[in-house]
């Protein structure tokens, strides 16, 4: 049976914080790769607002998106869905140049490992217990340190 609505919580880095990547090897006195970035994640943010928006217009599912910031830079890529499935994948950082205008910057970045671990709590309860904990983990930080985020265009 498919759901009706759909709630979607979405937490990203905060933009008044000191990214623990992507960021550069030496001094940004413009900080240049913040504001990149920044013009990345709003952008990302709006395109998954509107995918999931469409589900009303394709599909008749009532949807809600959330975002909130977090005033850290997540180690892991994690997504729950309705309680019972988690996929899972660490970051890994890489030294990397960034061709910018009229200048490279040597940064530190990093990509999710190819491996995406599929969690759900129909299976073993070592998969139960890790969905579980991390959707307590993920409830936590979204009624604690996290603060409302608007993404600007």
């Known amino acids: 049976m498919r759901p009706q609505s759909v709630t979607v919580r979405v937490l990203l880095p905060s933009r008044d914080i000191h990214l623990a990547f992507p960021t550069p090897v030496a001094y940004d006195e413009d900080n240049t790769l913040h504001h990149r970035w920044l013009a990345q994640r709003n952008p990302y943010g709006q395109t998954l607002r509107a995918a999931l928006l469409s589900l009303r217009d394709t599909h008749g599912i009532e949807t809600r998106i959330t975002f909130r910031a977090l005033p850290f830079t997540p180690m892991a ?3 729950l869905v309705n309680y ?3 996929l899972f994948s660490y970051y890994t950082l890489h030294r ?7 200048r490279q910057i040597e940064i530190h970045d990093a990509n999710p490992m190819g491996l995406v671990r599929l969690f759900g709590t129909d299976s073993t309860s070592d998969d139960t217990a890790f969905v579980t904990q991390s959707q307590q983990w993920f409830d ?3 009624e604690s340190v996290t603060t409302d985020l608007t993404l600007s265009s």
């Open 96 to 102: 990397r140049t960034l061709d910018h205008e009229d």
């Open 84 to 86: 019972t499935e988690a």
């Open 77 to 79: 890529k994690l997504y």
């Open 140 to 142: 936590s930080l979204w």
